[in-house]
């Protein structure tokens, strides 16, 4: 109890001399205003959550080189469609849906002629994430259903009307790359893992992210990941 006493009397000395101090203790007063590390943020390279008012298209473009068992497309559109609702506070309103996305496909003989921008354009979007699979791998390790797999793709935001390219501001696209050399839940939850990390880093680009939450264990697209991989 004394001890406590003590302790709480320095306290209020303390905090008594730096109040009484003036512009001596500035640097002082600096240190306590700076955001902690869980407060800090990575800015956004665009940001999406002052365009909650436009309507987006998330357009997904899985060649025929790569092979899936799983609707890759649909998949990654959902699960990008997911961190902008949750993350950026989108509205599932300002999203044009899948379904509507998967009947103009459809319809289109000419589709893969379109350049994203036409495509949103078409179906009435303000704005196109544009995302292409570049390259997909998954390998079993063993017959228990452990897994190791990465997943690779470019990502680009577009103006539907004036075509402009939005993000990146260099380059024609942004690298995103994920894996993991263990997953032992079996291939359906290796999938899932892929897509959504894929998505997640993907989108942590379009908000100003949490510095605490923006790299994830399965994030490849920093230099090095190549080596990694092999």
């Keep these: 109890m004394v001890l406590k006493m003590k302790k709480l009397v320095i306290f209020f000395i303390l905090v008594s001399l730096?109040?009484?101090?003036?512009?001596?203790?500035?640097?002082?007063?600096?240190?306590?205003?700076t955001p902690g590390y869980y407060e800090q943020k990575i800015p956004a390279e665009y940001d999406l959550s002052e365009q909650k008012d436009q309507k987006i298209l998330i357009l997904v473009d899985q060649p025929g080189s790569v092979n899936s068992r799983v609707n890759m497309r649909y998949y990654l559109t959902e699960s990008i469609?997911?961190?902008?609702?949750e993350r950026i506070k989108i509205t599932e309103d300002n999203l044009v849906g899948y379904s509507e996305l998967f009947a103009f496909r459809s319809k289109r003989e000419d589709f893969s002629s379109l350049s994203p921008?036409?495509?949103?354009?078409?179906?009435?979007?303000?704005?196109?994430?544009?995302?292409?699979?570049?390259?997909?791998?998954?390998?079993?390790?063993?017959?228990?259903?452990?897994?190791?797999?990465?997943?690779?793709?470019?990502?680009?935001?577009?103006?539907?009307?004036?075509?402009?390219?939005?993000?990146?501001?260099?380059?024609?696209?942004?690298?995103?790359?994920v894996g993991f050399e263990f997953e032992a839940r079996g291939q359906d939850v290796a999938n899932a893992r892929l897509i959504n990390s894929l998505a997640y880093c993907t989108t942590r680009y379009l908000y100003n992210c949490p510095k605490s939450k923006f790299s994830i264990p399965?994030?490849?697209?920093?230099?090095?990941?190549?080596?990694?991989?092999?």
């Design 18 to 33: 730096f109040f009484s101090s003036g512009c001596q203790y500035a640097p002082i007063a600096s240190l306590l205003g």
């Design 81 to 85: 469609r997911k961190n902008l609702v």
């Design 117 to 177: 921008q036409e495509v949103g354009k078409a179906l009435g979007a303000n704005l196109v994430l544009f995302v292409v699979i570049e390259d997909y791998q998954i390998t079993a390790q063993d017959e228990g259903g452990c897994y190791n797999g990465s997943l690779r793709g470019q990502a680009a935001l577009f103006d539907a009307a004036t075509e402009e390219k939005l993000w990146p501001k260099t380059g024609k696209s942004k690298m995103v790359s």
């Design 218 to 230: 399965d994030d490849r697209s920093g230099i090095g990941w190549e080596s990694w991989k092999k």
